[in-house]
């Protein structure tokens, strides 16, 4: 039974180019977060998606990034025009169950970007 | 607007002490998950242990366990007899509406 599975594992891009960063839940999950860890930080929460939904993106910079979760496929973590301070892990986790009622989120490992 | 925080940027242990991390938050909610997460140099975010605030008994998993102290606001974790993999960052993170909320952190080194 597979876990969450992100990739690349690690990405590196040029200052004004496009990164995108997958996460396929776990199968069976319908509840797809997307979190972003600065060096020597910890993890802040960006976005909240169920399939085809943006539940919650209070966490999302409202320039550059988007996210989605279509029917089929994997939740996309898009950062266009990429600046340094983009460079960070960004984990992505799922949950088979909405709100406060819930077991834990599984995490994937993470993508690191690196924005050169 | 909930917050967690965690005091302690690092700590350390001698190999079979115990040790006690601690957490406070702040919410208005009356219920709620709380959650400390372990993360190796791997970076994998691990769950190592669950308290639900609606429940008075502290929740324990094997050599971890929570002293939960909900007037308080106060989640503290208790790892006994320390093993050199416990060494990592352990996170304390609050659940809220689904998302998590988290500390800053705290680094474990666990000595030999």
């Known amino acids: 039974n597979a876990g969450v599975m992100q990739n690349p594992r690690h990405l590196v891009r040029r200052r004004g180019q496009e990164a995108r960063l997958r996460c396929s839940p776990v199968?069976?999950?319908?509840?797809v977060y997307w979190y972003r860890q600065l060096p020597e930080e910890g993890l802040k929460f960006m976005v909240y998606?169920?399939?085809?939904?943006?539940?919650?993106e209070s966490g999302m910079p409202k320039e550059r990034f988007s996210a989605e979760f279509p029917k089929e496929g994997p939740s996309i973590l898009r950062i266009q025009q990429v600046v340094r301070g983009d460079s960070a892990a960004y984990f992505c986790?799922?949950?088979?169950?909405?709100?406060?009622?819930?077991?834990?989120?599984?995490f994937g490992q993470g993508t690191r970007l690196t924005v050169v | 607007a909930q917050t967690v925080t965690q005091s302690q940027p690092e700590m350390s242990v001698q190999e079979a002490e115990t040790v006690t991390l601690s957490c406070t938050y702040d919410t208005s909610e009356n219920n709620y998950y709380l959650f400390w997460y372990k993360q190796p140099p791997s970076r994998q975010m691990i769950l190592v242990i669950r308290q639900e605030a609606y429940k008075q008994q502290n929740a324990t998993e094997n050599r971890f366990s929570v002293n939960f102290q909900k007037a308080a606001k106060s989640f503290s974790l208790k790892i006994s007899d320390s093993q050199l993999g416990d060494t990592a960052m352990y996170f304390c993170?609050?659940?809220?509406?689904?998302?998590?909320?988290f500390g800053q952190g705290t680094e474990l080194s666990v000595k030999p």
């Open positions: 993170a609050f659940m809220t509406e689904g998302k998590l909320i």
């Open positions: 199968k069976g999950h319908s509840h």
């Open positions: 998606l169920q399939k085809e939904n943006i539940i919650d």
């Open positions: 986790a799922s949950s088979p169950l909405l709100g406060q009622g819930g077991p834990e989120a599984f």
